[in-house]
């Protein structure tokens, strides 16, 4: 299964640190408001970005949203996910 980040700030480098232990998930890519946030993440890791929400939501290949936002943005990910027909974690 294809996975996406929403998120970048100290709890997705936890969770990409134990990705490698779970071989059925695939990380899709990362997005995060805060655009620096978002490329230092990205280099570090050397992963995919994308560059809002919504074209995270748009990506056929992703299966599942971790939302890994501030909790006072929980609601509006967790739904816009939810609705654009994603699994949410």
Do not use: W
Request: proline share 3%; aromatic share 10%.
């Amino acid at each position: 299964m294809k996975i996406a980040i929403v998120g970048c700030g100290f709890v997705a480098d936890y969770y990409l640190t134990t990705l490698p232990f779970h071989p059925q998930l695939e990380l899709a890519g990362v997005t995060d408001q805060n655009k620096e946030r978002l490329q230092n993440f990205a280099q570090f890791h050397s992963v995919q970005t994308y560059d809002s929400l919504k074209n995270l939501l748009e990506d056929d290949e992703v299966d599942i949203v971790l939302n890994l936002t501030n909790p006072r943005s929980h609601y509006e990910v967790s739904k816009a996910a939810l609705m654009a027909g994603k699994h949410v974690f």
